[in-house]
């Protein structure tokens, strides 16, 4: 599991650890684990040339003092001090002593153009909005200097907390990020600012309960139902799909596509698109009544281009069995009739979607998806699963949200959502609960939309169909 942690809990433990240490040894392990990854980067130290852009916090202490180990190797360092008498005066004497040199930021231009790496010390976990008018410009010519740019411990100008971007922020190639991983790192938009991230342990010892965390191979596999011996396939779960309509068909056959590789024992199907279902799926038990009239069924999926009739909606919500809501079921299902239900409902939206039950846009939910995730739950009383370049999953009790470390851009292909609410809802007819069936859900559907695209554009379809080979190398 990787986890990442807000701002005020990250201090605490440093309180915590720096009370035990001599003065300045944390930032010294910090500044050694920067200074290490900008060394690997450089491939060759003694000869590069490294610029620092500095701040006026410990951000910039770390940036000094790692730059000072460098220069000790042999590189030409010259710092850039935004704020010259709020510098760390620790880390501008260690550069110093080693022959680093100093220049005020109308000089940083030249340097910048000669840099080899570019060190981001402006700001970090105490930095507040977007760059200020000062730094903003700096940012833009490191990103204009052709070198790579490493940020520490977090790209300056995003929001650690919850991933926003609210206004000019450095684009890193390479984070160092010290002690773990802070949420902003993990959620776009401000994740696509990090580059690759890289984790330096300093000692911190962390609570329990992280504010994110990302699932990894070794998770999933844990959490993959495996039929046993004695398995026959109603023990296995059934999943009931009531999606799809005359005007899309294909909506529900995409949802069975997911649902028949998501380790449930049978799939059955409701609704006016089971001739093109049992066409392509002959092993889906059909069904053109109402989801009150078909058999058990271990948990229900309902929405993907089902139209507007609300009826299929609310039978679903007064099954005592978990519930999965997609697209048109989102819009019609009943948010009291949702908040009353004692199993557990799994809510599914894009953005837009989101955005349509929040009242609000799509364009603020993307930048804050953090937060929209959060509140969604929190209004429906129910486990959402919000999709999109970083794909959430939060349930009702605000506690640690999931993120999803898989997936791809190629992805946004019509109908790929729908093999994700049929998978997802064969998981939680599997018994997994909503938070785990959706994160396992959209960890394998990122998985085979990756082996499915492989730098191509693919179809869904072709998404559910590496299903299986995703779910074979998270087992392996
Ligand atoms: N506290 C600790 O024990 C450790 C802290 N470390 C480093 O210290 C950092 C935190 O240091 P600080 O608390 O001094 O805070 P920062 O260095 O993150 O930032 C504080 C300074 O940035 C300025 N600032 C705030 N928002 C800004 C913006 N939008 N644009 C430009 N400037 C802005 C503030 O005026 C303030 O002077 C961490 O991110 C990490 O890099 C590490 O050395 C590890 C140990
Ligand atoms: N930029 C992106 N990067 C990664 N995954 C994406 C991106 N955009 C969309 N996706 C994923 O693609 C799927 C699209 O689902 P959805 O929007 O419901 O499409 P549809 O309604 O056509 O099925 C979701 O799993 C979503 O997380
Ligand atoms: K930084």
Same mark, same amino acid.
Not at 161 to 181: I, K, M, N, S
Not at 299 to 320: F, I, N, Q, T
Not at 425 to 433: F, T, V
């Given at each position: 599991?990787?986890?990442?942690y807000?701002?005020?809990t990250?201090r605490?433990?440093e309180?915590?650890?720096?009370?035990?240490?001599?003065?300045?040894?944390?930032?010294?392990? =910090?500044?050694?684990g920067?200074?290490?990854?900008c060394?690997?980067?450089?491939g060759?130290?003694?000869?590069?040339?490294?610029?620092?852009?500095?701040?006026? @916090?410990?951000?910039?202490?770390d940036a000094l003092?790692? @730059?000072?180990r460098?220069?000790?190797?042999?590189?030409?360092?010259?710092?850039v001090?935004?704020?010259?008498?709020? *510098?760390?005066?620790? +880390?501008?004497?260690?550069?110093?002593?080693?022959?680093?040199?100093v220049?005020?930021?109308?000089?940083?231009?030249?340097?910048?153009?000669?840099?080899?790496?570019?060190?981001d010390?402006?700001v @970090?976990?105490?930095?507040?909005?977007?760059?200020?008018?000062?730094a903003?410009?700096?940012?833009?010519?490191?990103?204009?200097?052709?070198?790579?740019?490493?940020?520490?411990?977090?790209p300056?100008?995003?929001?650690?907390?919850t991933?926003?971007?609210?206004?000019?922020a450095?684009?890193?190639d390479l984070t160092?990020?010290f002690? *773990?991983?802070?949420?902003?790192?993990?959620i776009?938009p401000?994740r696509?600012?990090a580059?690759?991230?890289?984790?330096v342990?300093?000692?911190?010892?962390?609570?329990?309960?992280?504010?994110?965390?990302?699932?990894q191979?070794?998770d999933?596999a844990?959490?993959?139902?495996?039929?046993?011996?004695?398995?026959?396939?109603?023990?296995?779960?059934?999943v009931?799909?009531?999606?799809?309509?005359?005007?899309?068909?294909g909506?529900?056959?995409l949802?069975?596509?997911?649902a028949?590789?998501?380790?449930?024992?049978a799939?059955?199907?409701?609704?006016?698109?089971?001739?093109?279902?049992?066409?392509?799926?002959p092993?889906?038990?059909?069904?053109?009544?109402?989801?009150?009239?078909?058999?058990?069924?271990?948990?229900?999926?309902?929405?993907?281009? =089902?139209?507007?009739d609300?009826?299929?909606?609310?039978?679903?919500?007064?099954?005592d069995?978990?519930?999965?809501l997609?697209?048109?079921?989102?819009?019609?299902?009943?948010?009291?009739?949702?908040r009353?239900?004692?199993?557990?409902?799994?809510?599914?939206?894009?953005?837009?979607? =989101?955005?349509?039950?929040?009242?609000t846009?799509?364009?603020?939910?993307?930048?804050?998806r953090?937060?929209?995730?959060?509140d969604l =739950?929190?209004?429906?009383?129910? *486990?959402?699963?919000?999709?999109?370049?970083?794909?959430?999953?939060? +349930?009702?009790?605000?506690?640690?949200?999931?993120v999803n470390?898989?997936?791809?851009?190629?992805?946004?292909?019509?109908?790929?959502?729908?093999v994700?609410s049929?998978?997802?809802?064969?998981?939680?007819?599997?018994?997994?609960?909503a938070?785990?069936?959706?994160?396992?859900?959209?960890?394998?559907?990122g998985l085979?939309g990756?082996?499915?695209a492989?730098?191509?554009?693919?179809g869904a379809?072709?998404?559910?169909?590496?299903i299986p080979?995703?779910?074979?190398?998270?087992?392996a």
């Amino acid at each position: 599991m990787r986890t990442a942690y807000r701002v005020e809990t990250v201090r605490t433990a440093e309180r915590e650890l720096m009370a035990r240490l001599p003065e300045g040894a944390l930032m010294q392990r =910090a500044a050694a684990g920067l200074a290490a990854a900008c060394a690997d980067l450089l491939g060759r130290v003694y000869g590069s040339r490294v610029v620092l852009l500095i701040g006026s @916090g410990d951000n910039g202490g770390d940036a000094l003092y790692a @730059g000072a180990r460098l220069a000790k190797r042999g590189a030409g360092v010259t710092a850039v001090l935004l704020n010259p008498d709020r *510098t760390h005066p620790g +880390g501008l004497r260690a550069l110093r002593r080693v022959g680093g040199t100093v220049v005020p930021p109308h000089r940083a231009d030249h340097a910048l153009q000669r840099a080899h790496v570019v060190v981001d010390g402006i700001v @970090g976990i105490g930095g507040k909005g977007g760059l200020r008018p000062d730094a903003a410009p700096l940012a833009e010519l490191a990103a204009a200097s052709g070198a790579a740019v490493v940020a520490v411990d977090l790209p300056s100008g995003i929001e650690a907390d919850t991933g926003e971007v609210r206004g000019a922020a450095v684009r890193a190639d390479l984070t160092v990020t010290f002690g *773990t991983h802070k949420p902003g790192l993990l959620i776009d938009p401000a994740r696509e600012y990090a580059g690759s991230v890289r984790l330096v342990d300093i000692g911190l010892t962390l609570p329990a309960d992280p504010d994110v965390e990302a699932l990894q191979h070794a998770d999933v596999a844990a959490l993959l139902p495996h039929p046993a011996a004695e398995s026959d396939k109603y023990r296995r779960g059934v999943v009931g799909i009531a999606a799809g309509s005359t005007r899309y068909p294909g909506a529900a056959v995409l949802a069975v596509s997911g649902a028949l590789r998501g380790g449930a024992g049978a799939v059955r199907y409701v609704g006016p698109a089971g001739d093109a279902v049992i066409a392509r799926f002959p092993e889906t038990l059909v069904s053109d009544r109402g989801p009150k009239h078909a058999g058990r069924v271990q948990a229900w999926v309902v929405g993907p281009g =089902a139209g507007d009739d609300a009826e299929p909606v609310a039978e679903v919500l007064a099954a005592d069995v978990p519930v999965l809501l997609d697209a048109d079921g989102l819009r019609l299902a009943d948010r009291d009739a949702v908040r009353a239900r004692t199993a557990p409902t799994l809510m599914t939206p894009h953005a837009g979607e =989101a955005a349509a039950l929040l009242g609000t846009s799509r364009e603020e939910v993307e930048g804050a998806r953090l937060t929209a995730v959060r509140d969604l =739950a929190r209004s429906y009383d129910a *486990t959402v699963l919000l999709k999109g370049s970083t794909t959430l999953v939060s +349930g009702p009790d605000g506690g640690t949200v999931r993120v999803n470390p898989t997936g791809t851009a190629w992805l946004a292909t019509a109908g790929s959502g729908d093999v994700l609410s049929g998978l997802s809802g064969s998981l939680l007819a599997a018994g997994l609960s909503a938070l785990d069936a959706g994160s396992v859900a959209a960890y394998l559907h990122g998985l085979a939309g990756r082996y499915a695209a492989d730098g191509a554009p693919a179809g869904a379809h072709d998404v559910a169909e590496a299903i299986p080979a995703a779910w074979r190398d998270i087992r392996a």
